[in-house]
C-alpha cells in the first residue's frame, strides 16, 4: 500500500510499505490521486494550487524591448557601412567633401584620398565621387529611418499602456516594419 510522508502539513514522499512500517514512521494511508506536492491537514488531503506564471517585471521588459529597438535601428545603418572596407566608412565624410568638389570642378589638396581610390576601382575620378555622393546620400538616408525607429521607440515603448509581454514584443515587431517601410520610402525618394 502507498503511504504519504508528511512534514509541516505537506507530502514529501511517497513510500510502499506495511501497515506496521507505516505505523511506526508515522505514515498516512495515501488515497490514489495523491502525490508528492500535496496539501494533508486534519486527516485530509487537498491538491496544491496550480504553478502560476511569476509577475513579468514590465519595467525590465520595456528596457529590453527599447534595447532591441535600438539594436535594429543600429543594424539598419551597419548593413550600409559593412559593405566597406573598415577604414573607409571613418573617411567618409573627407570622401564625400572632396566628391562635392569634384562634382563642382574645384581643385583637391594633394593629401585627398579620392584619386587614390578612384584608381583603386580603375574609374576616372568623376565616375567614382558620383558613386560616393550617392553612397553618402544612401547612408544619409538610413541613418534617418534609424534615427526615427530611436525616437518612435523611446516615445512607445516606454508607454505604461504596454503591460504585458507580448504587447511589447507586438509594439516592437510594429516598429520594426515602420522602420522598415520608412527606409524603402526614402529610398525610393518619395518621403
Not at 506496521?20 to 490514489?32: D, N, Q
Not at 550600409?80 to 583637391?108: C, F, H, N, Y
Not at 521607440?153 to 503591460?163: G, K, P, V
Request: glycine share 6%; aromatic share 6%.
Amino acid at each position: 500500500m502507498a503511504y504519504a510522508e508528511i512534514s509541516n502539513g505537506v507530502v514529501v514522499n511517497s513510500v510502499e510499505a506495511s501497515v506496521a512500517f507505516a505505523e511506526a514512521h508515522s505514515l498516512v494511508l495515501m488515497p490514489e490521486g495523491v502525490g508528492i506536492g500535496w496539501l494533508y491537514q486534519s486527516g485530509t488531503f487537498t491538491p496544491p494550487a496550480p504553478a502560476t506564471d511569476p509577475i513579468p517585471d514590465m519595467a525590465e521588459r520595456r528596457k529590453e524591448a527599447l534595447a532591441s529597438a535600438m539594436a535594429y535601428g543600429n543594424a539598419i545603418t551597419a548593413r550600409e557601412t559593412s559593405q566597406w572596407a573598415g577604414v573607409e566608412p571613418l573617411s567618409w565624410s573627407q570622401q564625400r567633401d572632396e566628391a562635392l568638389i569634384v562634382k563642382e570642378g574645384g581643385t583637391l589638396s594633394p593629401f585627398a584620398v579620392l584619386p587614390s581610390l578612384a584608381e583603386d576601382k580603375g574609374v576616372p575620378l568623376s565616375v567614382y565621387a558620383e558613386d560616393v555622393l550617392a553612397n553618402a546620400a544612401r547612408y544619409q538616408t538610413l541613418l534617418r529611418a534609424a534615427v526615427s525607429l530611436r525616437r518612435l521607440a523611446t516615445q512607445t515603448l516606454l508607454d505604461e499602456a504596454l503591460n504585458t509581454p507580448e504587447k511589447l514584443s507586438a509594439a516592437v515587431a510594429d516598429l520594426k516594419v515602420h522602420t522598415d517601410e520608412l527606409a524603402a520610402r526614402l529610398l525610393a525618394g518619395s518621403a
